[in-house]
């Protein structure tokens, strides 16, 4: 068993890995913003940004820390770069400094192929040359470069995971492509695509990235690791599959690219598929299960629980 902390554990991704790893197991604090209610794990709430907060978020005898908190927004970030800057760069230092003072053993942390920036249709691996586009991507990129210099200078294993698009059940409160798709089927209002929609991304669905996430405790390394399906599609093809899937049609408005917007994310991931990661839910699947728990919470939150939803029974 381990102790771990988990730093945005309360948000998409944070759920289900603490989820998993309180069914392995392991011994879990929570470190977020806002309560959690996962059943066997500890919580912290607060902000790790104020003075003497992440000395109690992370207490001693921590063997591992995951850090998932973060600013998430690659729009939000040009309009707040500095906030988003002092929230996933200054953060991240503070939290290995305080990882180094206590002996923390390992330090994983959730980064982007944002990192990269835009290689065209090339395919992203790990030893692609950092060059992001965004302020976003610079502060991943920033905070990778933090982690790395402790890992070599103090020997925590600095486990990096570059994750791609993530989607799954739980999602309700992101701004991704796929959130605001499931959120257009329920109520009619128009969904924007920016761009032609012709450019490619890759979707990787939540449980795949948890299996990640654990692989990482059982074989620690040093630097990045590309997390993904490994299959890009287009926007214009997850736009169709969801409105297959949802039956009901959703309106849709495309709008000038974004600054920062790439022709495609391609990613290869034959380095985490030989050190055991394997990705097993293909995107139709994905796509209908995440429907499905947008459907439900719509008919809790309206207090209709059993009487259906829009393209479903």
Known sequence: MLRIVVTGGSGFIGRAVVRRLIDLGHGVMVADHVPGDCPGARYWIGDLREPGAIKNAIPSGTEVVIHLAAATSVLGSLHRPFEVYRQNV?????????????????????????????????????????????????????????????????????????????????????????????????????????????????????????????????????????????????????????REICGVPIPVQYLEPRAGEMPAVRVDISRARAMGYAPLVGLADGLKAVWDDFCDTHDMERGQVGRGSPGRP
Do not use: C
């Open 90 to 242: 200054d953060t991240t230092a503070a939290l290995l400094e305080h990882a180094r003072i206590i002996g923390v053993r390992q330090f994983a942390f959730a980064s982007t192929n944002a990192v990269v920036g835009d290689i065209g249709m090339r395919t992203i691996g790990e030893s692609a040359q950092l060059q992001p586009l965004t302020p976003y991507g610079a502060t991943k990129a920033s905070a990778e470069m933090l982690i790395a210099g402790y890992a070599h200078a103090y020997g925590i294993a600095g486990t990096v995971l570059r994750l791609t698009n993530v989607y799954g059940p739980g999602m309700q409160g992101k701004d991704t492509l796929v959130a605001r798709l499931m959120r257009s089927a329920l109520t009619g209002r128009p969904i924007s695509i920016y761009g032609n929609g012709q450019q490619e991304r890759d979707y990787v669905y939540v449980d795949d990235v948890v299996r990640a996430f654990t692989l990482a405790l059982d074989h620690p390394w040093n630097g990045p690791l590309v997390v993904g399906s490994g299959t890009s599609v287009s926007v214009n093809r997850v736009y169709a599959l969801a």
